[in-house]
């Protein structure tokens, strides 16, 4: 497991700087703009680094090689898709957004308030939030999802210390791992990662609102294959 891996390749800070002045654009008219150059600066191994920009979380891409301005776009268009049929499905049991990777492909991001999904100091699922983790999951088997990597990052506030907090997120995380595998998803699929306190969403650590679980969709060398010759 990985505390925090928070090292940025040169060439992907260079892509997440330069995409600033895209925020008021679709999701496909950036995968369009995005994909037409930027898949070779950013190499193979890349999914397992996790980092911040100013326009909130981004995650390394899991994909290696150069995604066309084509291919680019029918992946933004497929993620904005399933990210409103998992708001859909998932009603008030988790938020769902879309953000971007450092490969400037769309991802989806969904969060579960550990306040809903845990007991405190607990790893141990509650039954509203295996529901909708299997709601997820079965977004997650059909084909235009087929090929995406997900990561899980479990969370906890600042009390306690470390020495809680590591394991308690990697449990955590571990937990609604375990739900998706259970679920049909396949096990190379699903990486997950224990952050502790180290990745607070508000600027009050301690805050109970730090205490969650997100899982994050990203495209894949085989999503891009798949939708190449589209």
């Known amino acids: 497991m990985f505390k925090k891996s928070v090292l940025c390749l040169l060439a992907g800070s260079i892509l997440v700087m330069g995409l600033g002045s895209c925020s008021s654009m679709s999701n496909t008219a950036k995968g369009s703009l995005i ?24 995650i390394g891409a899991a994909v290696g090689t150069a995604v066309g301005a084509t291919t680019g776009a029918i992946i933004g268009k497929q993620m904005d898709k399933k990210a409103a049929a998992l708001k859909a499905a998932m009603a008030e049991q988790a938020s769902v957004e879309t953000v971007e990777d450092s490969q400037g492909l769309t991802a989806i991001k969904v969060t579960f308030d550990a306040d809903m999904s845990f007991a405190k100091n607990s790893s141990t699922l509650s039954a509203s939030a295996k529901t909708a983790l299997q709601k ?38 571990k937990s609604v791992g375990d739900i998706l595998r259970a679920n049909n998803v396949s096990s190379s699929r699903v990486t997950e990662y224990g952050m502790a306190s180290s990745e607070p969403k508000t600027d009050n650590a301690a805050d109970a609102a730090n205490r969650r679980v997100e899982v994050y969709v990203l495209a894949t060398d085989a999503m891009v294959q798949q939708y190449q010759n589209q």
């Open 35 to 58: 994909g037409s150059g930027a898949g070779a600066a950013v190499g193979a191994g890349v999914g397992a680094l996790i980092g911040k920009n100013a326009k909130g979380t981004i």
């Open 136 to 173: 997820f999951a079965q977004n997650m088997v059909t084909s235009d999802m087929i090929n995406t990597a997900i990561i899980v990052k479990g969370h906890t506030d600042s009390s306690g210390g470390d020495k809680i907090n590591q394991p308690l997120s990697e449990k955590r995380a």
